[in-house]
């Protein structure tokens, strides 16, 4: 199997607004895609519906995650498979806490592959080890999911969590939107870390600042729904110096 | 509503007290069963109680562990209302115990002279229900600056097919001391079954009372529980209730706080399904100054079951520096689910703080497709949600085995 992530003519739309129309993605192990675009032009929807949110109507000639149909999947089950979606807006849950529930989603994975509950010890171990990795302060760990954390500990908070789940494809939605300088390097750092031979990438981002960092393989732009063009790692510079006008004069030429 | 060919199902139970027959006299007489025309009871009918036909089961308990939420407690069991030694421990040093059909003379007195007080027995049915039909029940002293390390348990189980009880208790907890009760009611093979209970408390100066009011009779049992309670100078007092089963459930709590500085709380988790009703209606009596009572219920209700809350704060002129805090939440897993919210303020002191709310609302589906989105099953993220939403209840129960005895049954219920 060469491809982790393969998309041809990918559709959502929400309430008869079409939002995505005609998305193809191939993404194969190892490597990491960028995708730009204006707001408003769908990146967040294609990250939302490659992780399963019910919202959309889709419609696709194929989606393929690891050789299996992901449209089928549900959100659980996609993220068992290797699928994790960094938020763009991560969620506070009162009253649950960051570790139990972290816990039961490693046990969730572990057992979908014919695992046993990870011992209290290597989680621990475990928990140490990737919270130190994205510096993320240990008392944040143990509170409740997210909640009263500042916009950059959500961010690092989702970034530790991938660390722990440690899935194939990370999709991460604007990780960097709201983290400081120094934030920034290590949450970077972070996931260069995570980066693999197996272990591919899709970032979604407005500032090539981010991928100067997270070195890409691919840029895409993404505008009106549809992937309008790619490029290598330039790319990103070419779109930060000259804006998405270019680009819109191109489409509709 | 039969009420005539109700009660003559009982009339031939055994008195122990003289007041008894005054209670027979008045339900045959004027006292009626209320109605949906009652406010307090507008969304609970209580037909399908009066008109039904029931037994007094003579049966024997083979097994009581199972019943047992921690084996370490000191259990007062009884059977379809009987007090039963056989299961039932010694009652630690400074309490004392009598069951109430086989009391002292020394201690009949007292117990006459509270029993009844805190109802009125002239316009409430079912607290006069009990009383006219009670066969026996605890009566538990908790004395004088005692602290009771060890918690009470009265196990009220409910065996065989449509057995009729009235579960009738009276606690005092004297000057200073601190206990912590645990009021259990079970049933087994018991469909139909209907459990009319009435406990009054009495607090009294600097006593530290919990009461945890665990409801647990079977999907197919009534109940209506009636608990009353009597604060004296700067005690405290909380009720937990956790309503874990019942077809219909009305549980009413009366919190009359008669002196200065004492704190009052109550506290309540209900998870329904099914056709299920459960009605919460609790009263806080501000009698007094510088009192603060506390109120927190939180319903998750699915299928087509009813919820109804009711919390009255009344604050009389005299009760000065009062802080009143109610509030009930509801999560509604189904739109077939219904919950009557209410809360009633009636207010006559001017220096006082208030506040009420209630909110009905559905699981976050943000919440729900985060957790799933990192591997958890649907059931699982609902669980961690509600478990969630009720902690803030939960952890008000200060003792850890019925602490963890909840949230087991929050686990289950909802895998
Ligand atoms: N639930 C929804 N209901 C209606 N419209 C929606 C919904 N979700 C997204 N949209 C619309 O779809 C379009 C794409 O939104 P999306 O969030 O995918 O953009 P984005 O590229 O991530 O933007 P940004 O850079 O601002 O994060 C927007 O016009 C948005 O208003
Ligand atoms: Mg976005």
Known sequence: MSEYLTIKNLRASIEGNKILKGINLEVKPGEVHAIMGPNGSGKSTLSSVLAGRDDYEVEADEVTFLGKDLLEMEPEERSREGLFLAFQYPVEIPGVSNINFLKAAINAKRHHHGLDDISAKDFMTMVKEKQAMVELKSNLANRSVNEGFSGGEKKRNEIFQMAMLEPKLGILDETDSGLDIDALKIVSNGVNKLRSEDRSFIVITHYQRLLEYIVPDYVHVLFEGRIVKSGGKELALELEEKGYDWIKEEVEA | MNKDSFLKQFDNLPEHFAIQAEARAALHNGLNFPTTKNERWKYTRVNTIIDATYAQNQMELSDIDSFKIHKDWKYLTFINGMFSEQWSDQVPDGVEFSSLSNISDSDKGTVLSKMGTLFNLKQ??????????????????????????????????????????????????EQGAEVKFVHQFEGQGNAGAFTNS???????????????????????????????????????????????SGKLIRNNIHLSITEPGCESNMMGVYFTDGNQHVDNQTYADHQDHGCNSNELYK???????????????????AAQQTNAFQSNQNILLSDKATINTKPELEIYADDVKCSHGCTIGQLDEEAMFYLQSRGLGKEAAHRLLVQAFAQDVIDTIDLVELKEDVEEFIDSKFS
């Open chain 2, 299 to 317: 319903g998750v209700m699915a299928d087509r079951s009813t919820g109804v809350f009711n919390g009255k704060i009344m604050v009389h002129k």
């Open chain 2, 198 to 244: 009435v406990c009054e408390i009495f607090v009294d100066d600097n006593a530290k009372a919990d009461y945890y009011l665990i409801e647990d009779e079977g999907s197919e049992t009534s109940a209506i529980t009636n608990t009353n309670v009597s604060q004296k100078k700067d005690s405290r007092f909380t009720i937990v209730t956790v309503t874990k």
């Open chain 2, 124 to 173: 409430d049915a079912f607290p006069s229900l009990n009383m006219a039909y009670f066969l026996d029940g605890a009566y538990i002293k908790v004395k004088r600056n005692a602290r009771i390390e060890t918690s009470i348990v009265i196990l009220n189980i409910s065996l065989g097919e449509s057995q009729a009880i009235n579960a009738r208790n009276l606690i005092h907890v």
